[in-house]
């Protein structure tokens, strides 16, 4: 059996989406989900989104944790069904970041 790492980044978990998504090998819950189309994907994404939130204002960290993790993977398989690379919103945090909140949000248009 192999190892788990002692920390999945990112990009570890957008590869195993993406891995799972190509199908093969054992069935993945991944690949269900991703088999359903980009409207069920984005369905779950926001129920985890909601999730993450209600969370948040209760008591239980570990709580907030599980439900953020939740979100993350839920986002990652998002991204594959819409063939959307990680990089691709590294670099528009890259962007975003590049000025203040305020300015990048007023630069927006229809802001």
Known sequence: MAKKPARVTLE???ALV???AK???KP???RTL???GVAKCAQKLG???VETALA???SDDKAVVSEAADLLYHLAVLLEVRHIAID???AELARRTAQSGLEEKASRSGA
């Open 12 to 14: 570890d978990l957008a």
């Open 18 to 20: 993406a891995e799972r």
């Open 34 to 36: 991703i088999d359903k």
């Open 56 to 58: 948040a204002v209760g």
């Open 23 to 25: 199908g093969g090998g």
């Open 28 to 30: 993945s819950y991944t």
């Open 47 to 49: 129920e985890e989104a």
């Open 88 to 90: 691709d919103v590294y």
